[in-house]
């Protein structure tokens, strides 16, 4: 089992920017690629990114890129995703994600074999 736990979110101002924190216990960390998602209310979870277990490689949605970057630190088993320029439109609650295996699918939730509880940003305007 890998028990993730988000923490940093919070309001923010448009344009503004954030850093949410994913650790993770219980299993080896950098065994897995770590991705991030969001959901908006009602809307379904979709990913944001995904970082692979070296930290070498990022994948990124279009709505972010540019905009977010996605780091690890395997020493501290944490996972981190920044996010700059923030906007309205990026209000969710976010969620990391961990994969034993890298995701053949990126946006697929079910290639994730552990979630965290989420975090929740909110954006003004």
Known sequence: QVQLVESGGG??????SLRLSCAA????????????????????????????????MGVYADSVKGRFAIS???????????????????????YCAAALRWPENFTYIRQ???WGQGTQVTVSS
């Open 11 to 16: 309001l923010v101002q448009a344009g503004g």
């Open 25 to 56: 216990s219980g299993r080896t960390f950098s065994n897995y690629a770590m991705g991030w998602f969001r959901q908006a209310p009602g809307k379904e979870r979709e990913f944001v990114g995904v970082i692979s277990r070296s930290g070498g």
């Open 112 to 114: 994730y074999d552990y």
């Open 72 to 94: 690890r630190d395997n020493a501290k088993n944490t996972a981190y995703l920044q996010m700059n320029s923030l906007n309205p439109e990026d209000k969710a609650v976010y």
